[in-house]
């Protein structure tokens, strides 16, 4: 069996992670992505159990209170937390896991799991970033603001990260990922 191991996937709101990580997964289907819980309602499409467990904030609360999350954030006036033991039971078993956070959770995952790759996605500009967001019609306007404010945070960290990757070009960014998470590969 080959050896556990922890991958944490960060950028702006809008930045295309989740379209990049569908893809990933696509082609490495050996890879697990960790599934988190949050307290935002779900948008359209999205799926309970597979793109989120949609929790209250009492359940969330609970769960911090427990320590059953390995890492949670406030995110847009949301919680979002990681769930401890499937990931934890994953890398035990051998797997690669990915996490699918934002920064401030990176940083505690820096604390707990030192040895996490960390990549940030980068947009190819602001604008463009605002222009995706805007484009996916999903979010009020009080939360577009939010999450370009918190787009701004996000980004002046991108150097705390392993790796930086511009997703200006989808095939290229993709295949910069993949040429990280397998270049480091030990096995
Ligand atoms: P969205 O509401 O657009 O799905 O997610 C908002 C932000 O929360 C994104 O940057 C996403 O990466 C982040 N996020 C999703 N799940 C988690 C989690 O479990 N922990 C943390 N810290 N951030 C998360």
Redesign the pocket.
């Known amino acids: 069996m080959g050896t556990g191991k922890l991958i944490v996937l960060?950028?702006?709101?809008g930045v295309g992670?989740g379209t990049l990580l569908r893809s990933l997964l696509k082609q490495h289907p050996e890879l697990y992505l960790?599934i988190?819980?949050?307290t935002?309602a779900p948008r359209l499409g999205e799926v309970d159990g597979k793109d989120?467990y949609f929790v209250s904030r009492s359940t969330f609360e609970r769960m911090v209170a427990k320590g059953e999350l390995l890492?949670?954030?406030e995110?847009?006036n949301?919680c979002?937390?990681?769930p401890r033991i499937p990931v934890e039971t994953q890398i035990r078993q051998g797997k690669w896991v990915i996490?699918?956070?934002?920064l401030?959770?990176?940083r505690q995952i820096r604390q707990t799991f030192p040895e996490a790759l960390r990549i940030f996605i980068l947009p190819p500009s602001l604008p463009e970033l605002e222009y995706r967001i805007r484009n996916r019609g999903q979010d009020t306007e009080e939360a577009i603001v939010r999450r370009l404010r918190r787009a701004q945070e996000e980004i002046d960290a991108a150097s705390e990260f392993d790796i930086q990757i511009v997703n200006d070009d989808f095939e290229k960014a993709l295949g910069r990922i993949e040429a990280t998470l397998f270049a480091t590969a030990t096995c």
Not at 99 to 102: K, M
């Open positions: 960060t950028g702006p709101s992670k960790s988190s819980v949050t935002r989120y890492e949670w954030a995110f847009a949301n979002y937390g990681t996490l699918e956070i934002e401030q959770g990176a």
